[in-house]
């Protein structure tokens, strides 16, 4: 099929050590930005449709789904699954589906940086027939825990394999039989869990997930559209299987709020008179920084629309405020805004008083450890920041000096580091700067339709 550029084919692999096309970003500051934008789809909704519509009982057409290396990394594991694929992401691709059990993986699969893909593919590879396959990726992806799939998996009887330490390289096969059980996680992680609930789609009985605080419901809203009875009790969610078949149906992919964050961050330092994103998921287990940035004083106006994909969506509207004030990020809120915690690093380097975030300990075996990674880049740009068993601490100024910092393979801090620059006195350089493409791979051309000189 014709890919686009930015596929996980054509996208500069980011193996640290032999980074080809490394750049550096300098981002200076401006005096406002304004405008209105349609931030990239979502990410996590993108990797569940290609795995989902490939294991369908029907052809799937996704609208929109993400053009980035993560998604185009899930795509190229799809066509290695043997799933006959059309079209071109970030316009449309057409998953002729194979069934549930009808996976015929090749003996390796490159995940790249794709955490989320390493960890769900997994829940569908148990079931199918497939004799021994590998999964690995990228020295970043190497570094990531895989005990938290595995051992599930295993408990349920799958033959599931970690290099030591519960690191990848995976193996797996499938055509085992597995029992259905309840697994109660340690750490909230919509990635375990929707690993667990998918193998329980072949699992004898109910297989039931609970997590301390709920982490987002995407695989759950997903299975329920493709005709799955998905159940709840006291927090816990469970399928029973065997289940015979998916019928996913056609999908348009909303915005990413995690895409949309970086902007809103944008928007409360610099958005004068307004930043506006439409079309962004509203998902109420993804938005937790906005209760936590309205608690800081900005100025957020969230104007509900239509439904997308069975999930929520619409714009948000975000006007600059001069008065920001420190806050305290408790743990049960770190769930609804795990992959956002960074940017409150950002905003509350401008806020009056110190901010804290506890009970993230999750940041640390995240792309990077954004716990080390987030109070370095702030202190390279001259803010007051310190590192926290699980979590860190900010003391605002009136104002961000700047500096530079480098993304560290992390397409977040890529993002973050030019917001930083933009609201900075003196500017901020992004080394690495490449690494936003794992998400958001237009983030610096979307920034200049706001008005800024990246
Ligand atoms: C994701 C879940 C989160 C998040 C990641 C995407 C998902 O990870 O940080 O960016 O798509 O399910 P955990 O499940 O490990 O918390």
Not at 198 to 212: D, H, K, N, Q, R
Request: aromatic fraction near 2%; glycine fraction near 12%.
């Amino acid at each position: 099929m014709a890919r686009s550029p930015h596929d996980a084919r054509t996208v500069v692999r980011a193996h640290s050590g032999r980074l080809a096309g490394m750049t550096t970003l300098r981002a200076t500051p401006v005096a406002a930005l304004a405008g209105t934008l349609r931030v990239p789809t979502d990410k996590s909704i993108t990797h569940r449709a290609l795995l989902l519509a490939a294991v369908s009982d029907r052809t799937v057409t996704i609208a929109v789904p993400l053009d980035s290396a993560d998604t185009g990394a899930t795509l190229s594991a799809v066509e290695a699954c043997r799933v006959p694929v059309e079209g071109h992401l970030g316009e449309r691709v057409v998953v002729t589906g194979v069934g549930l059990r009808g996976l015929r993986p090749s003996p390796a699969i490159d995940c790249m940086n794709a955490g989320t893909l390493m960890r769900l593919l997994p829940g569908l590879l148990v079931g199918s027939r497939a004799d021994h396959v590998i999964l690995d990726g990228d020295d970043s992806l190497r570094r990531r825990p895989m005990g938290r799939i595995a051992t599930p998996l295993r408990r349920m009887g799958a033959a599931m394999f970690t290099s030591p330490g519960g690191l990848p390289p995976l193996v797996i096969s499938g055509s085992r039989p597995l029992r259905a059980m309840r697994h109660d996680l340690d750490v909230a992680s919509a990635q375990v869990k929707s690993c667990i609930l998918l193998a329980g789609l072949f699992a004898e009985g109910e297989t039931w997930v609970s997590e301390p605080v709920r982490s987002r419901d995407h695989t759950e809203r997903m299975l329920t559209s493709a005709g799955v009875t998905v159940m709840s009790a006291d927090g816990a969610v469970g399928v029973t299987g065997p289940v015979a078949g998916l019928a996913l149906p056609d999908l348009e992919v909303p915005g990413d709020f995690s895409s949309a964050a970086f902007h809103m961050v944008a928007g409360a330092l610099l958005g004068d008179p307004e930043v506006r994103l439409t079309g962004v998921n509203l998902n109420p287990l993804r938005t937790g920084l906005l209760p936590v940035m309205r608690r800081m004083g900005v100025d957020i106006e969230v104007i509900e629309g239509p439904d997308v994909a069975g999930e929520p969506a619409g714009a948000i509207v975000v006007r600059r405020t001069d008065a920001l004030e420190a806050t305290e990020v408790t743990p049960e809120e770190v769930p609804a805004m795990i992959d956002e915690l960074p940017l409150i690093g950002l905003l509350a380097a401008r806020a009056r008083g110190t901010t804290r975030v506890r009970g993230a300990q999750e940041l640390r075996v995240k792309e990077s450890d954004r716990i080390v990674a987030v109070v370095r880049a702030l202190r390279g740009m001259g803010v007051r920041a310190e590192e926290l068993p699980d979590g860190f601490a900010v003391t605002g100024g009136s104002s961000i000096p700047g500096g530079r910092m480098d993304a560290g393979h992390d397409h977040r801090f890529a993002m973050l580091g030019a917001v930083a620059g933009l609201a900075s006195r003196d500017g901020v350089s992004v080394a690495g700067f490449e690494a936003a493409a794992v998400s958001y791979p237009h983030f610096a051309a979307d920034l200049r339709t706001l008005g800024a000189g990246v």
